[in-house]
């Protein structure tokens, strides 16, 4: 009886700790790295099979669940493209295909889909990327199929970060050609090694939660745990 009330306590600690805290029991939602942003004219459309970037690094320890790509209207893509992570030995880290139509989940502004849970840390750089498609020309007329996304044309007072990144390079590319009867999707995915003076990439983006670090009041919990469970002796 006394180890399963000592036990009981010691949950009651714990639950009143992390209340006290407003730390919530359940996972917390996924947050974009990029958060927000406003377009410039004109609108920038896919013209090659190239894929564009950015580098960043993490002020701490985070999950990525998920790669997007920029929606522009908001009502589904109109080719698939493929999103990647590196690390700065060029190694892919994981990659997604994100669907044409509206089959991923919008969040924010980008189109997500889904990968297997990744690990990023602090003092590492990273580089995320996306293929821009053109879509398929029908004879020589305008392209059947194409999405608009951000490059040069984004208001910089405007931009809106999470906290947890830090941008390093906004402007990188693979370049890419389009054939005679352009490229469909969802293209070739390279790493982006080519640094242009302007701009923002930001086709690609990805969710992310933060890892919580061990806190003082967690080990605060775990010692008086261990002092509950410990037998006491007999006078």
Sequence with gaps: ???SSSLGACRLLISAVITAMGVSPG???PSPAIVDFDLLDP???ATSD????WSFSV???VEVSSLGFFDSGLDGLREPHLVGIWDENQQLLASAEVRAGEHDPLVGKYRCGLIEPIVLSPGELYVIG???PLGLFYGWGEPLEW???PLGNIEPDSLSVDSNINLVCTSLRFPGEAGARGTPGPGVLNFPTQVDPYGYFFAANFTFTAVPEPSA???VCCAVFVVLRRPRSRA
Excluded: C, F
């Excluded at 190239?50 to 970037?53: F, K, L, R």
């Design 147 to 149: 999405d608009a996304y």
């Design 27 to 29: 996972l917390a939602a």
């Design 217 to 219: 009041a967690a080990v």
């Design 1 to 3: 009886m006394k180890a």
């Design 130 to 132: 996306a293929t821009v």
């Design 59 to 61: 002020n701490s320890v």
């Design 43 to 45: 609108v920038v459309l």
């Design 50 to 53: 190239a894929t564009v970037g």
